[in-house]
C-alpha cells in the first residue's frame, strides 16, 4: 500500500543542508551515530495511526523499537470499531498491521489506558519518544434544546454499538419507529443510514455484533433522513471515483432533475424502505412527545448560503420546518478528549496543538492521526499523515534532539503496571481472541462473532 502512495530515497541523495523535496520520504537507515542504534519509541493508540506510524519508524530506522500502547484488549482501533460491517475490504489493512505487530522490533499492549493506567510523564521517562496516535473518542454535541431526550444519540455512538465497542454495548436504540432523522452528511451518517435501512439478511454473514443484527430484526424504521446546513455541493462524504466531487455533482442533479423511467418509478413505488437528504437545514431543537418522555421530531432552520468557496457558509433564512420522527442520530463530527494534564490540548479545536506532529512545547512528544489534525479524511489520509510524523521524529533523533544514552522502555513501564494491578494483552494474546471470535462466527456463517465484554476477553486469557 506505501510503496504505492511514496518513492522512498536514500537521504544521501540531497546536500546535507537541504530537506528533502516535498512530498518525499527521506530514508534514515544506515546514518545514526552509535548512542541512536537503540531508539525506545512508544507509540499510543493501536488504529490506523499508530500503526501506520510504527511501520514508518520501523522501516526507516533499522534498530529501532516500538512499543504500542491500546486501551482495548484489543487492536486496530476504528478499523475494527468504525469500519461498517459491509465494507469488509476496507478492513483488508488488518493484515498491514499484522506483519508490522509480527515485527521482532514491535510489541502491542493492550488493556493498558495512558493516563489512568500509567501516565504520558512515565512514558516519557522510559522511551526516547513518544507519538499519541489515540484518534477522537468522543463526539460533538449538538447543543440545542431536547438533545438529552431519549430517542436522540450520537451516530458515534451507534457505529460503536453495532461494531462492538465495549463502551456503546448497553445503548439499547429504539428502532420501534417508522422515521429516523441523522443530523450530518458526511460518512458516518452514510454508513449509520444504510445499516438501518439493510434487510437483515443481507448483514447475517457480515462481522456486525449478535445484538446488534437482533435488534435491526425486529427495526420498524422505514424512512430516513440526512439533514445538512448547506447544499449538495458541500456534502462531505466521499465516493471512491476519479473526479470526485464532479460526479459526486452530475449524480446528485440528475437523481435529482431526470424523471425515472417506468421500470425504475414503479420499484421505488414499491420500495419497502426509503431514504433522503434534506439540504439547506439547520437543527434549532429536538421536540418531545406530548408526554415529554422522547424525542419525537426535529425542528428545522431553513438556511441559504452565503459568501464563496471556502469562506461559504449556511445563514438562517428565518423559516422553520418541523420533521417528525422517533429517532435522532448526531452525526455533526467526532472529537478527540486530552489524554493526560501533561499534556497541551485545545479543547476549541480537539486537537494536540503541534508543528508537523511535534508537540508545541514538548520536545519527544509527538502526535499523528486525527488528534493532531482533526477527524478528517480517510485511512489513505492518516497513512501519509503518520508516516509525516515518523520522519519528523526520525529527523529530530538524528539531530540529537531526543534524549542521549539507553532507555529501559517496557521493562520500566511493565513494573509499574504491575504494581497498579494491570495486565497488559500482548498481540499473540489477541491472536487467540481472534481465532476464538473467527470460531464462533464460523457456526453462522460469518468472518467472525466479535467479542464485546473485556472481562469475558480477559477470562478467556486466563487473567
Known amino acids: 500500500m506505501a510503496s504505492r502512495c511514496w518513492r522512498w530515497w536514500g537521504w544521501s541523495a540531497w546536500p546535507r543542508t537541504r530537506l528533502p523535496p516535498a512530498g518525499s520520504t527521506p530514508s534514515f537507515r544506515h546514518h545514526f551515530s552509535t548512542q541512536e542504534k537503540t531508539p525506545q519509541i512508544c507509540v499510543v493508540g493501536s488504529g490506523p495511526a499508530g500503526f501506520y506510524t510504527a511501520q514508518h519508524l520501523l522501516k526507516q530506522h533499522p534498530q529501532a523499537h516500538v512499543d504500542i500502547y491500546e486501551k482495548q484488549p484489543v487492536p486496530f482501533g476504528l478499523v475494527r470499531f468504525g469500519v461498517a460491517p459491509d465494507h469488509p475490504e476496507v478492513k483488508n489493512v488488518i493484515n498491514t498491521f499484522t506483519q508490522t505487530a509480527h515485527s521482532g522490533r514491535c510489541a502491542f499492549w493492550g488493556n493498558v489506558e495512558v493516563g489512568r493506567d500509567v501516565t504520558v510523564p512515565e512514558l516519557r521517562e ?61 460518512n458516518v451518517a452514510l454508513d449509520v443510514a444504510r445499516i438501518l435501512l439493510t434487510p437483515p439478511e443481507h448483514l447475517e454473514r457480515t462481522d456486525i455484533t449478535k445484538a446488534a443484527l437482533g435488534v435491526l430484526r425486529q427495526s420498524r424504521v422505514k424512512t430516513v433522513w440526512l439533514v445538512g446546513r448547506r447544499g449538495p455541493l458541500q456534502v462531505a462524504f466521499t465516493i471512491k471515483v476519479p473526479r470526485p466531487r464532479k460526479r459526486l455533482t452530475e449524480l446528485l442533479l440528475r437523481t435529482a432533475t431526470e424523471k425515472p423511467g417506468l421500470e425504475e418509478a414503479a420499484r421505488q413505488a414499491s420500495a419497502s424502505r426509503a431514504w433522503g437528504l434534506r439540504f439547506f437545514r439547520s437543527p434549532q431543537q429536538v421536540l418531545p412527545s406530548p408526554d415529554g418522555r422522547r424525542a419525537a421530531g426535529v425542528r428545522l432552520a431553513v438556511t441559504r448560503l452565503e459568501g464563496v468557496d471556502e469562506a461559504t457558509r449556511a445563514v438562517p433564512t428565518g423559516d ?131 467479542l464485546v465484554d473485556p472481562q469475558e476477553m480477559l477470562r478467556l486469557l486466563g487473567h
Not at 522510559?126 to 463526539?139: C, F, I, K, R, T
Not at 431536547?146 to 451507534?158: I, N, Q
Not at 420533521?323 to 476549541?348: A, E, N, T
Request: hydrophobic share 35%; glycine share 12%.
Open 126 to 186: 522510559a522511551y526516547h519518544a513518544v507519538v499519541l496516535s489515540y484518534g477522537a473518542e468522543d463526539h460533538r454535541a449538538l447543543e440545542i434544546p431536547g438533545e438529552e431526550l431519549p430517542g436522540v444519540c450520537s451516530a458515534r455512538a451507534f457505529v460503536g454499538w453495532y461494531n462492538g465497542l465495549p463502551e456503546n454495548q448497553e445503548l439499547e436504540p429504539d428502532l420501534s419507529c417508522d422515521t429516523a432523522v441523522i443530523l450530518g452528511q458526511g
Open 320 to 450: 422553520m420546518e418541523d420533521l417528525p420522527c422517533g429517532l435522532v442520530l448526531s452525526s455533526i463530527g467526532y472529537k478527540s478528549r486530552p489524554v493526560d494534564p501533561s499534556v497541551p490540548f485545545d479543547s476549541k479545536l480537539g486537537v494536540i496543538p503541534n508543528v508537523e506532529g511535534r508537540v508545541m512545547d514538548v520536545p519527544g512528544l509527538y502526535c499523528s492521526g486525527w488528534v493532531k489534525r482533526g477527524p478528517t479524511g480517510v485511512i489513505a489520509t492518516t497513512m501519509t499523515d503518520s508516516f509525516l510524523t515518523g520522519q519528523m521524529l526520525l529527523q529530530d533523533l538524528k539531530a540529537g534532539l531526543l534524549p542521549s544514552g539507553p532507555r529501559p522502555g517496557y521493562a520500566a513501564i511493565q513494573a509499574l503496571l504491575s504494581s497498579r494491578g494491570v495486565r497488559p494483552v500482548s498481540f499473540s494474546e489477541w491472536e487467540k481472541l481472534d481465532a476464538e471470535e473467527v470460531a464462533r462466527g464460523q457456526g453462522t456463517g460469518k468472518p467472525r462473532e466479535k
